[in-house]
């Protein structure tokens, strides 16, 4: 077999994975008229936010800062690809780039460091190749539209880079850029990078660590003093909503237990678990071989300095993150598991590949996509949740704008913001600070969101009335429901409208709306 297979291999596989990807894409916008939807509202918040921030803002209405974001970095990015006139499409061109070059290095790097570019573990390497994607989320996630497929790819570069820095003795570009981009795409990848400056250190790469840690710090400062001037908390609305820890509404160990009792039960979590133990299985191999050797051998480690970093970053998602948010929140901490499996056992993966211990591939195989199982299922839910978004939330967006344009209430963000010219108060907290504090304090009530309508001049909202009891101000009247039949699960099926000040021709345009809606979709309009 010559050399040239494993390129051909790789680029067959990225085309597999290309071709899977647009099919999916071709079925997610069969129901929406051909219309691309992204399988989740997140997206649209943060191009929202863009649009702000090229009128000199940020948050989704312009003048009024919200930590809405889940990056630092990543609406700064949708700005950019706006300012080129690139906008509803960006997320989606974003995420299919940084996954497409994601596969294409780990393929790479399972080619050439794993199995050190052996021609008769070539067939082995290919079905590495396949799987890859599903391991990596490479089908949901892009259209998903977030900023996790540029996580994962940091994630490919930071264990390439570690390898190319201990096989030069000389930082490698990718490492460098993967420990300054991961925290800024997301705060999860602070622990990660820490742990790498870390091992900059130890390997005596002292410039090296110290400029990471300058630019990190400098970078974390001005993002934290700008939210702080503003009134902000340092970490996004979202994190503070859904994290404990991020919150301080429970103690330290306190909420560390219980972060610790959900990874347990969560079957990912239970996954990275069982990662932190094949890590901790390599030590034994991994110290023999540097026994009756100097200090300094053992310092140098390469297996070594991957089963520390790889299991800080672990540890930390356990102890302090989150699983599941349609397989996005711990897919990074996946990813880099098995990266470093497959490193820390590649003298075993060599020896099958090239014994032809075809059984045993196959069992491999099979590991790795029951593992990736959630993620592989979710590939099934992409395809429906872009409708279901395009059968709610573009349909709110549609009426609000276009037949009923007024300041609206919302509790689901996303696309109602975007593209939207009138005022949006979120009633969740994602978009609005008051809100998230009153929620977190327990002074959520109808009196508050009457106050907080009127400052902002609501005339409208739009809201799952079940999230609501006790918090819906008695003088609004509701006029209509919105229906979508066709969806992944029964939250947020129906949508409550709602008119908070006199409107003589609302019925007039509910009408009109009613006349416009899809199959599948329906609005009662009430007396």
């Known amino acids: 077999m010559p050399q040239s297979s494993f390129p ?16 999916l894409i071709m079925i997610a916008t069969a129901p929406t008229g051909g219309a691309f939807i992204y399988a989740l509202d997140d997206p649209y918040i943060h191009l929202a936010i863009a649009e702000t921030i090229l009128d000199g803002g940020f948050g989704v209405n312009p003048g009024d800062y919200a930590a809405a974001s889940s990056s630092m970095i990543y609406p700064y990015l949708l700005a950019g690809f706006m300012l080129v006139g690139i906008s509803d499409m960006a997320p989606l061109i974003i995420n299919i780039a940084a996954m497409g070059a994601a596969l294409w290095l780990a393929m790479r790097f399972v080619a050439k460091d794993v199995l050190d570019g052996i021609l008769a573990a070539a067939p082995f390497a290919f079905g590495l190749f396949v799987v890859l994607p599903f391991l990596f989320g490479g089908f949901h996630l892009p259209l998903a539209g977030m900023e996790h497929s540029a996580h994962i790819l940091t994630i490919v570069m930071a264990l390439v880079g570690l390898v190319r820095t201990h096989m030069n003795n000389k930082p490698h570009t990718l490492l460098i850029a993967a420990i300054i ?55 996004p609305s979202s994190v503070m909503s859904k994290s404990v820890l991020a919150s301080g509404s429970g103690g330290v160990v306190t909420t560390i237990a219980y972060n610790l009792r959900d990874a347990f039960l969560d079957r990912q979590g239970v996954f990275l678990f069982l990662g932190i133990a094949g890590l901790i299985g390599a030590v034994p191999v991994t110290l023999r071989q540097l026994v009756n050797r100097p200090f300094t051998t053992l310092q140098n480690s390469l297996p070594l300095m991957i089963i520390l970093t790889s299991g800080a970053a672990l540890s930390a998602h356990i102890l302090a993150g989150a699983f599941g948010w349609f397989g996005r929140y711990e897919l990074y901490a996946f990813v880099l598991g098995w990266l470093s499996l497959l490193y820390l056992y590649r003298e ?33 839910l992409a395809a429906k949740a872009g409708p279901t978004i395009y059968g709610q939330q573009v349909l709110m967006h549609r009426f609000i704008t276009d037949i009923h344009p007024v300041p609206v209430a919302v509790n689901d963000l996303g696309r109602v913001a975007y593209q939207n010219d009138n005022y949006v108060l979120d009633l969740w907290g994602l978009g609005s600070e008051p809100v998230r504090v009153a929620r977190a304090n327990g002074t959520f009530d109808a009196d508050f969101v009457d106050q907080l309508a009127q400052q902002h001049d609501v005339q409208f909202a739009m809201i799952y009335a079940q999230y609501f009891e006790g918090a819906i101000p008695a003088h609004w009247h509701k006029v209509a429901t919105l229906t979508r039949t ?15 000040v006199p409107t003589p021709d609302i ?15 329906t609005l009662e309009i009430l007396d």
Request: glycine share 10%.
């Open 8 to 23: 051909m291999m790789r680029a067959i596989a990225l085309s597999l994975w290309l071709g899977g990807l647009g099919l």
């Open 181 to 235: 981009l991961m925290p800024l795409l997301r705060f999860e990848g602070v622990a990660y990078a820490g742990a790498l400056i870390v091992g900059l250190i130890f390997w005596r790469h002292y410039l090296a660590a110290l400029g990471c840690a300058i630019v990190l710090v400098g970078a974390f400062g001005l993002y934290s003093q700008f939210m702080i001037s503003h009134g902000l908390p340092v970490l």
């Open 348 to 380: 075993f993966l060599r020896n099958m590949a090239v014994d032809g211990m075809g059984l045993a591939q196959i069992a491999l195989f099979i590991a790795m996509l029951v593992t990736a199982g959630n993620y592989i299922n979710l590939i099934r």
């Open 486 to 500: 066709t969806m992944i699960s029964e939250v947020g099926q129906t949508v409550s409208f709602y008119t908070t």
């Open 507 to 521: 019925k007039d345009k509910l009408t009109r709306f009613q006349a416009s809606l899809p199959n599948r979709v």
